[in-house]
């Protein structure tokens, strides 16, 4: 941190009365303030009091850097200083992983101590600092900034009507939803999901009483979304027809609209536009779109199950394959990469949209040579379209801009003849249908375009990194280009001198070079540059990892020359720069319809990338529509762990049959594979449905509505949340969302309360799973008596196990030897009856006196449950000695007489909603009504019992 700028402050006392004169932030949320306050200094950046502290073990980690401003014994103000470079990675840092909201403030220039704030930034609204952010910012977000508000009407204590506005500046677009929701509000939860919203606006509760909106900020709290209150007010609908007719690009009042229709959307809608001040920049007027969001066009995901299935990085995964994104992310576009994470969140769920992109994936499988000059020629060189176009609209394009669009069409035509070169025909259809079709006529509407920069802008002068308008358009500038040709030429000279005079090769050792700092000036590499040393005449600029930069008086010279002439070049070209960057600016929709056709392509071709490049190729499966068919998988691996290194993956079949194996109960011991068992099915379902091809031998799937997940236990202690109460709630959301089309994946289930409670809470849960919602399921479980379900649901339970072998702990020189279990990762039909906790506290070394009182301890257990469960078996067992054989015959045949005839009672129709206690009261009625069983002798003894 050599280079963290000293602190130097002109007006130590008013600047430190001005700070503490300003306004406090985050009222109500001072232990964890959300919002940092920064200030410009120019060419560097300070930060004072509790962000001061906040920006020292952020981004310095350690407090020894904190500077007190004016006198400490006076109330001295902690401070820290930011080099530009430095406070750009604190700004990606603060907005992208920490969610944190910036203030820049900048010196108002009217005296000491003024100072006005000139930028906001906030997770979702990214605006004011692209810039800062820099090219960068793409790579720093997994998704696109966006930014949504939500506005809630409850009808009734269960249903509520939800309506949400969000957006992605970046992009102008607006999209509005409205819905009906549960008490949990799982549907919005699946939305935030769907959309990557980064921000969400909920409505200030300053009572803090509002059940519903202390459940909305639950939700954006467990989804990891920077949360934003506004007053009511900003979510009134006044204003809103008015300002969306001056916004959106239709020529039509925005009264006409179906959209605004949805008054809870359109209150959302006023507050998010008030919110990111759209309104007060005119060249948003005529820009942006509105759609409408339609919540059941995808599979629903909640945020255990984006967990769960490991969907996208976490903030501490070493290895990219890590996480599902990790993993599929072979896109070399900013915009690819963008739009897989936006697909992983938005499986699809019509089946003909699936299977057209898996024949797209099949066709660059297939095809290795398109696939490789897709990746390794077309798509590299194409930059972040979506963010280019954003530059023209906002007049902060420059000609490098220009040249950067003109580079992406002249290399359209070469996408275009590689698909026209796929032989087989129906990839070729396919191809055609959704790339080559459409980049041919975008192709077209940008001739125009390339013509005027090829005639205008001189491409010759961009191998020296100068973007310059051809003299031959201006006089003046055709005389100072000749000029600037003639020092090109003295440059050219001097390089040749200093070469003989050092006696090194020109371009190989010893080069002329445009430095963006010391401008035109000579480079030597590492390993030559002593021979400048102690040489009067040759100036050393700087050291740096290529090399050592130098000049001499006769450059120094020229370059001040060609620096002036180049400043002159500049001022007399820049009307026509103008104008050839506001007729490319008029390009910006052909240019956002290319970054959508082309990131769709980076993200098939990196479907295609994986699933040849997996340790064993992926397949395409074959897909049931909705409602239909079943999941069977051969030898099916989880996609991320067997990527891991020293990992030798162990396949296993999956078999999920309706009315025969549709939920499946797998014990076994700790670390046996159970978890990875389960959550496989559920990421190989969700790739299915994002187009992808799986890790499978042979593969058919139904499709799913939605996945939900109970996995793992955390406690939340600082929310008032337990293991349990968390375990809990996830459980409730399931229960409450799932369809018998969805696809439930519970890894353990009530271990945070007793055994017989958790045990109880799992029997419940799963036989309300299997009878009631009668949906595909996964449990895994430690409960070995759960397995019983089985016996009574033989047409839809199944047991699995995951196997372990077990040594038989012989002995060996007089000592017994510990019983050696190898855990084989396999999953097997049947039911495993034993636990190996025991073991794997051996595993990871336990002290032997403790593993060996734990193995005493269970044995104890193990004999009290089950003597006790002996006694209690022998109490109602009736003794039948004293009665004939006829006798006994008669009796059973009596009992099971009046037994079918009290079934065929309750089954009788209208009577499906009959309670226990009236069921009963007609047994007793049909006991005392049937003569013949009150009088047998065998009945009579079991009454008296």
């Not at 205008?456 to 051809?470: G, M, P």
């Not at 490319?584 to 290319?594: G, N, T």
């Not at 949906?775 to 033989?794: I, Q, S, V």
Request: proline share 3%.
């Amino acid at each position: 941190m050599a280079s963290r700028p000293e602190l130097k402050v002109d007006d130590e006392v008013g600047f430190i009365r001005f700070f503490r004169s300003l306004p406090a932030k985050d009222v109500g949320n001072e232990s964890n303030p959300s919002t940092v306050r920064v200030f410009d200094r120019g060419d560097w950046y300070t930060a004072h009091g509790t962000d001061a502290e906040f920006i020292a073990r952020t981004v310095y980690k350690t407090t020894s850097v904190l500077r007190m401003l004016g006198r400490s014994e006076t109330g001295g103000l902690p401070s820290v200083t930011m080099s530009v470079t430095v406070f750009r990675n604190f700004l990606r840092e603060a907005l992208f992983r920490l969610s944190k909201r910036v203030e820049i403030w900048v010196s108002g220039g009217s005296g000491k101590g003024q100072w006005k704030l000139a930028k906001q930034a906030s997770p979702g609204n990214l605006q004011d600092v692209e810039e800062e952010l820099g090219g960068a910012s793409g790579a720093d977000m997994d998704s696109a900034p966006i930014i949504l508000a939500v506005k809630v009407s409850a009808k009734s204590s269960e249903a509520k009507n939800v309506g949400v506005c969000f957006a992605d500046a970046s992009v102008r677009e607006l999209g509005v939803s409205e819905f009906l929701d549960n008490d949990v509000y799982s549907n919005f939860e699946s939305l935030v999901i769907q959309l990557g919203v980064k921000e969400c606006i909920i409505q200030a509760d300053g009572s803090k009483k509002d059940v519903e909106l202390a459940k909305l900020r639950a939700i954006a709290d467990t989804c990891g979304i920077a949360i934003t209150e506004r007053p009511a007010a900003d979510f009134g609908t006044k204003d809103i027809e008015q300002d969306l007719t001056r916004l959106l690009r239709s020529e039509r009042s925005a009264a006409t609209l179906p959209q605004t229709e949805l008054k809870l959307a359109m209150g959302a809608a006023a507050s998010l536009i008030k919110y990111l001040g759209v309104m007060s920049d005119p060249t948003n007027f005529g820009q942006y779109q509105l759609y409408q969001h339609d919540l059941s066009q995808y599979m629903k995901l909640d945020a255990s199950a984006l967990r769960a299935l490991n969907l996208m990085p976490g903030p501490r995964d070493g290895s990219k394959n890590m996480s599902l994104y990790g993993l599929l992310n072979h896109c070399k576009t900013p915009v690819g990469g963008r739009l897989l994470a936006q697909w992983l969140k938005q499986p699809l769920m019509d089946l003909a949209e699936i299977e057209k992109r898996q024949q797209l994936v099949e066709a660059f499988v297939v095809d290795t040579e398109l696939r490789q000059t897709m990746q390794e020629e077309h798509l590299r060189a194409i930059p972040d379209l979506y963010r280019l176009a954003k530059r023209f609209q906002r007049n902060m394009a420059n000609l490098e801009d220009v040249v950067r669009v003109y580079q992406v069409a002249i290399r359209l035509p070469g996408f275009i003849r590689s698909f026209e070169n796929v032989m087989d025909e129906q990839y070729q259809t396919a191809l055609d249908e959704q790339y080559t079709s459409k980049l041919r006529h975008l192709s077209d509407s940008l001739a125009k375009l390339e013509e005027m920069v090829e005639t205008t802008v001189d491409l010759e002068a961009l191998d020296n990194h100068e973007f310059i308008i051809k003299p031959e358009f201006d006089e003046s500038l055709q005389v100072i280009r000749k000029k600037l040709d003639k020092l090109r030429n003295d440059m050219d000279v001097e390089h040749r001198r200093v070469a003989r005079d050092l006696n090194q090769e020109m371009d190989k050792k010893l080069f002329l070079e445009n430095h963006r700092v010391h401008g035109w000036c000579f480079r030597l590499t590492r390993n030559e540059a002593g021979c400048i040393r102690n040489k009067r005449e040759y100036q050393e600029c700087s050291t740096q990892k290529n090399g050592v930069y130098f000049t001499t008086s006769t450059m120094q010279a020229l370059r001040r020359e060609h620096d002036q002439l180049s400043a002159n070049y500049n001022r007399t070209q820049t009307g026509l720069v103008h104008e050839v960057v506001n007729v490319a600016a008029s390009y910006c929709p052909i240019l956002e319809q290319l970054a959508g056709i082309l990131a769709h392509l980076d993200v098939i071709v990196s479907f295609a990338h994986v699933s040849v490049h997996a340790p064993t190729a992926y397949v395409r499966p074959k897909m049931h529509p909705r409602g239909t068919g079943n999941t069977i998988l051969k030898e099916a691996r989880h996609p991320c762990m067997e990527m891991q290194d020293d990992i030798s993956f162990i396949t296993n079949d999956v078999s999920l049959v309706r009315d025969e194996s549709s939920f499946l109960i797998i014990t076994g011991p700790n670390m046996g594979g159970k978890s990875t068992y389960i959550r496989q099915i559920g990421v190989i379902a969700l790739m299915a449905q994002i187009g992808c091809f799986v890790p499978c031998t042979e593969a058919e799937l139904t499709i799913f509505d939605c996945i939900l997940a109970r996995v793992g236990a955390s406690d939340s202690q600082l929310k008032g949340v337990s293991t349990f109460m968390a375990e809990m709630l996830e459980t409730a959301n399931i229960l409450k969302s799932a369809t018998s089309e969805s696809l439930i994946i519970i890894d353990e289930l009530g271990r945070g309360t007793s055994t017989y409670d958790g045990f109880g809470l799992a029997w419940a849960i799963s036989e309300h799973i299997i009878t009631e919602i009668r949906c595909f399921g996964l449990f895994a479980t430690h409960f070995h008596e759960l397995t019983a379900l089985a016996d009574r649901y033989p047409r839809a339970v199944k047991n699995l196990h995951v196997v372990a072998f077990i040594g038989d702990g012989s002995e060996e020189g007089g000592k017994k030897k510990k019983r050696e279990v190898t855990l084989l990762y396999r999953v097997e039909p049947g039911v495993c009856d034993q636990s190996f906790g025991i073991h794997v506290a051996e595993l990871v070394r336990f002290p032997e006196k403790v593993v060996n009182m734990a193995r005493q301890k269970a044995e104890e257990l193990e004999d009290f449950t089950s003597t006790t469960s002996g006694q209690q078996q022998k109490t109602p067992a009736p003794n039948l000695d004293g009665y004939t054989q006829e006798e006994v015959e008669e009796g059973s045949a009596l009992l099971k007489s009046m037994l079918l005839k009290w079934k065929a009672e309750i089954e009788a129709p209208g009577k499906e909603n009959m309670t226990a206690e009236e069921k009963r009261q007609i047994m007793r009625d049909l006991i005392r009504a049937d003569e013949k069983l009150q009088a047998n002798k065998v009945f009579q003894g079991i009454k008296a019992l």
